[in-house]
């Protein structure tokens, strides 16, 4: 049967016009109907490979459908070159990478399907395989009972997620947050770059294959990333940045890459493709990463932005800051953080979040318990605080302990965080009135 559209699903581009959806449609007649009290033209579409009965058609649609204007040059023009500002250019190439990386093997006409013959990768994804079960049976599988019991109220699965300090963890946050459409992270590291298979294949397998299961190893054994580490990795290293790490959890939890593209957050607060950035201007690069959840097919996108958070390089940063000016009931992650926003030199994120966020989801490194005690806030507190661990010990919260006193925190039921089982792990879940997240 043939299909009907309205005028409106169609646009034009070069010597054709397609159907919105993107669907390889030809139109090769017009067909007037009547509604109730008005006549007006649908298009009859059939598959066609005659380009000059689709020119035909194309030609005699534009003469009956008189109310409605041709489109000019430039407009035509920028329909042919100009993608939509926020549109993702979708290609293989970085679920091909991520799933090499991560030791799983390649979808069909793979360029790593050689490589990936080799003992070096064989040995590297028995040991993927055997490190991701572990993690599966002893944290993953709890993780996201809590998050169905726990975190799928609103303002939670709509939101933006907002990640400070988070290394290149996606897996945490999309274990936490696997519905939300939006996930903004923001870290030193660099962004980096996408491997090539021609790149991979100079280098030694075998020691960079090692050197990649080693930049995932804290977040697998530990379920942080420690900061001296990916000093060490992350900056040239091993990769030069957090794209490469990124692309591996989110392919190993379950996730295929559509796409990438580099961008930056420019001096108006907008998300712009990267380009050449003018002299005297802060970078804010970052990578776009457009993903889809396997088990639902529901489309993500993943920002990763390499921004100072101190209160020095933030004053100065006008870009970022207009970009959180825009932001709103937003849900914040904080997790690891080495407790910088305890310190009066992390204000002014510590600040923006309070203000943006509808909900935070964090362990005793995020905000200090203290901002959150009076209203608009309602808390509720999960596992066990006795002291930060380690060199942290010192920032203890005396407020925090006396909370957890109280009946009404719930168990825990993995363990997270700074002392991984070592010492019990804590989190606290903050979500603004219903009224205050309206203003």
């Known amino acids: 049967m043939p299909r009907r559209f309205n005028f409106q699903d169609v646009q034009y581009a070069g010597p054709r016009f397609y159907y919105r959806s993107g669907l390889q449609s030809i139109y090769i007649g017009i067909k007037s109907s009547m509604s109730s009290s008005t006549k007006r033209n649908e298009i009859i579409c059939q598959p066609c490979l005659d380009w000059r009965k689709t020119l035909g058609a194309c030609l005699a649609l534009l003469l009956l459908s008189c109310s409605h204007s041709s489109p000019t040059v430039a407009q035509t023009a920028a329909a042919q070159t100009e993608p939509p500002p926020d549109a993702v250019p979708h290609s293989r190439e970085a679920n091909d990478v991520g799933r090499f990386l991560a030791g799983l093997p390649g979808t069909p006409d793979?360029?790593?399907?050689?490589?990936?013959?080799?003992?070096?990768?064989?040995?590297?994804?028995?040991?993927?395989?055997?490190?991701?079960?572990?993690?599966?049976?002893?944290?993953?599988?709890?993780?996201?009972?809590?998050?169905?019991?726990e975190l799928t109220s609103p303002p939670i699965p709509d939101s933006l997620v907002f990640y400070p300090f988070s290394g290149p963890d996606a897996l945490m946050l999309t274990v936490f947050f696997p519905h939300n459409p939006t996930y903004v992270l923001v870290a030193l590291e660099p962004p980096g770059t996408l491997p090539t298979p021609k790149q991979m294949a100079g280098k030694n397998l075998a020691k960079t294959l090692e050197e990649t299961r080693t930049t995932l190893s804290d977040v697998l054994?530990?379920?942080?990333?420690?900061?001296?580490?990916?000093?060490?990795?992350?900056?040239?290293?091993?990769?030069?940045?957090?794209?490469?790490?990124?692309?591996?959890?989110?392919?190993?939890?379950?996730?295929?890459?559509l796409g990438h593209r580099m961008v930056r957050i420019g001096p108006d607060g907008k998300i712009v493709a990267r380009g050449v950035i003018p002299p005297g201007e802060i970078g804010n690069r970052g990578v776009q990463i457009e993903f889809q959840t396997d088990s639902d097919h529901s489309i993500h996108q993943l920002y990763y932005f390499s921004i100072n958070l101190s209160d020095e390089k933030m004053k100065d940063n006008k870009g970022f800051l207009t970009y959180l000016d825009g932001l709103k009931g937003v849900t914040t992650y904080f997790k690891a953080t080495s407790y910088m926003t305890h310190h009066a030199d992390f204000s002014i994120i510590r600040d923006q979040v309070l203000a943006k966020s509808a909900a935070v989801l964090q362990d005793d490194s995020g905000i200090p318990y203290h901002y959150f005690r009076d209203q608009p806030w309602r808390v509720q507190l999960y596992g066990e605080y006795v002291r930060p661990y380690g060199s942290f010990k010192w920032l203890e919260q005396p407020d925090l302990r006396k909370a957890y006193e109280e009946p009404d925190r719930k168990p825990l039921p993995f363990q997270i965080g700074y002392g991984f089982r070592r010492m019990p792990s804590n989190l606290l879940f903050a979500s603004k009135t219903t009224e205050a997240r309206k203003d």
């Open 110 to 149: 793979s360029p790593f399907s050689e490589l990936e013959q080799q003992p070096a990768w064989i040995l590297h994804r028995q040991a993927l395989d055997k490190a991701w079960a572990s993690i599966e049976a002893k944290n993953l599988a709890s993780m996201r009972e809590f998050q169905a019991k």
């Open 221 to 257: 054994q530990r379920s942080f990333f420690i900061t001296r580490q990916m000093d060490r990795q992350f900056r040239g290293q091993v990769t030069d940045g957090l794209f490469s790490p990124i692309l591996e959890l989110l392919v190993r939890s379950n996730h295929t890459i």
